[in-house]
């Protein structure tokens, strides 16, 4: 994609794509797509700490003026990196008959869509969702919230709901130990399919517990 192509969209019509931060044309669409594309060949030469929207954009082929008005930095471009790969995820299939720690192995393996081929990609997003941008803030709510639904799907409507609250913090708390160089994200999907049959085993017998943190906002 050349510079110029990237910059004249007033004759196209608006584009029902929802957008980083506002409603994208079309061409504005296609420019934000190809800047995704881009931070994730980036990513993979550089990694997280080489990463810069300038590199990203001349990568894209667009000016860095252009890239900075749809990501204010390179935790938010990773973030929609993160949040694009999730939400085209397809709905994992979750036999009530298996057992519950394949159940969440099954979904937890299927949110890691990359863990096993790009080590470097998945390493830079989770660092980048620690970031306390608004706009990263923003995206780490719509993919906890993507989190929480299929975990309600793999252990089932009728668990207790601090089953799955603590389920999403042992999930948040392995990526970032993995990101952080201190776990493989393939040892993931076990690790929080075990923790599911001993807080279900607990639930049922009448263990009592203190909820667990309910804000917004912890990395996943």
């Known amino acids: 994609m050349t510079p110029s192509a990237a910059v004249s969209d007033a004759h196209l019509p608006d584009a029902d794509v929802e957008a980083t931060r506002r409603r994208l044309t079309a061409r504005q669409a296609e420019v934000v797509a190809n800047l995704v594309r881009a931070a994730e060949e980036e990513t993979e030469a550089v990694g997280y700490p080489g990463l810069t929207v300038r590199n990203v954009a001349r990568r894209a082929g667009v000016a860095p003026a252009t890239a900075y008005t749809y990501f ?15 939400e085209a995820l397809p709905e994992p299939e979750t036999d009530p008959s298996d057992p519950l720690s394949v159940r969440v ?3 937890i393996a299927a949110m ?10 998945i390493d830079a997003c989770t660092i980048a969702l620690i970031s306390p941008s608004p706009d990263v803030a923003h995206l780490r709510d719509r993919i906890g919230a993507l989190t929480h639904r299929r975990l309600v799907a793999a252990v089932g409507a009728d668990v207790d709901p601090r089953v799955v609250r603590v389920l999403e913090m042992s999930y948040s708390g392995a990526l970032l130990t993995a990101g952080t160089g201190h776990g493989s994200f393939l ?32 990395p996943r």
Not at 73 to 86: G, I, N, Q, T
Not at 112 to 121: K, M, V, Y
Not at 188 to 208: E, K, N, Q, S, Y
């Open 187 to 218: 040892d993931i999907p076990a690790f929080v399919g075990d923790a599911a049959v001993l807080l279900l085993a607990g639930a049922r017998a009448g263990v009592t517990t203190s909820a667990a943190p309910t804000g917004k906002g912890a």
């Open 72 to 86: 204010g930095s390179k935790d938010h471009l990773l973030a929609e990196v993160l949040w694009r790969r999730m």
């Open 105 to 107: 192995e099954r979904t």
């Open 112 to 121: 890691l869509p990359f863990a096993g081929e790009s080590t470097a990609l």
